[in-house]
């Protein structure tokens, strides 16, 4: 029963990546065609850490894709014993696109920014 739960959860979140990926594509097409040949240079940083007291280990990451605009998306995973939750947001300009973002999430795109 649990290999089912651990595999429908690794499906769900392979399948989110995959959907993101196409809405990131998607905008960057939209863009003008003399900026969408410089849009090749992605900024690619995966950073894990520990959100919750209570479970050891950095079993959480947070995916960061930005272009050389800094604009793109954050993908979240944050595992707790009982659930893994993933959440996806756009970010413009290296900030929250009218989201908040948590501490993690920014020192994480100024990781991104800096590499």
């Known amino acids: 029963m649990n ?3 651990y595999f429908l959860v690794v499906i769900n979140f392979l399948w ?5 990926f196409v ?3 998607r905008k960057s097409i939209s863009i003008k065609e003399n900026q969408v040949s410089q849009s090749n240079n992605l900024k690619i940083n995966v950073t894990r850490f520990n959100p919750f007291n209570d479970l050891g280990g950095d079993q959480s990451f947070i995916l ?13 995973s944050l595992h707790n014993r ?12 290296g900030e929250g ?10 020192s994480a795109i100024v990781k991104t920014i800096k590499r």
Not at 97 to 106: G, V
Request: overall charge neutral.
């Open 3 to 5: 290999f089912i739960i």
């Open 16 to 20: 989110s990546i995959y959907v993101f």
């Open 23 to 25: 809405i990131y594509k």
């Open 64 to 76: 960061t894709i930005l272009d050389q605009d800094n604009t793109g998306v954050i993908v979240t």
């Open 82 to 93: 009982d659930i893994t939750r993933i959440y996806a947001k756009a970010i413009k300009n």
């Open 97 to 106: 696109d009218n989201i908040t973002l948590s501490k993690d999430e920014k």
